[in-house]
């Protein structure tokens, strides 16, 4: 099955933009989804398909897609933005029907 | 409110088997394929199996395959992970969630607040 590469840690200075990459072959035939893990919690959808977010998640959360890699953008971040991050995808490489990525660390500074 | 809550957790010797439910609330729980994920501690998210709205297609992760069932009741809007011959790296929280699928996209959302399956001796 694919594989979905993400930075294990990054940080953001409260109130800038951060970036958060996933790369990984699957991302050329389908759009990933983000997820939001806070120590303890289930995670959370925030971001799907093209660039939609659910009901409730603010809008300085968005998404984008090029190539082999999808990005979660925070713009404007704030420190209930700090958690864990994974992206996932449908996998059309093997058997199976997903693929989550490593998980990315965000620290609001 | 859509919410889904996983029950049945617990410590397990290596070898024992035991049952995950997952009970769903406030959506047509028989028109949505559903999944079990799961997390090691410390760990990241890894999918275990997948079931379709009507119990017609199944799969599994190759780490699980052949050890852990997945099955659905729609007219107790309930979900199940039967889970046997278990070993030490099957410790970790057990989520269930919705799966959504669109033209090149899926995802999953909600996801209930898990249930710990402790593997030990």
Known sequence: SSELTQDPAVSVALGQTVRITCQGDSLRSYYASWYQQKPGQAPVLVIYGKNNRPSGIPDRFSGSSSGNTASLTITGAQAEDEADYYCNSRDSSGNHPYVFGTGTKVTVL | ?121
Do not use: H
Request: charged residues 15%.
């Open chain 2, 1 to 121: 409110q859509v919410q889904l809550v996983e029950s049945g957790g617990g410590l397990v010797k290596p070898g024992g088997s035991l049952r995950l439910s997952c009970a769903a609330s406030g959506f047509t729980f028989s028109d949505y394929y559903m999944s079990w994920i799961r997390q090691a501690p410390g760990k990241g998210l890894e999918w275990v199996s997948y079931i379709s709205s009507s119990s017609s297609y199944t799969n599994y992760a190759d780490s699980v395959k052949g050890r852990f069932t997945i099955s659905r009741d729609n007219a107790k809007n309930s979900l199940y992970l039967q889970m046997n011959s278990l070993r030490a790296e099957d410790t970790a929280v057990y989520y269930c969630a919705r799966d959504e699928v669109a033209a090149r996209a899926g995802w999953f959302d909600p996801w209930g607040q898990g249930t710990l399956v402790t593997v030990s001796s």
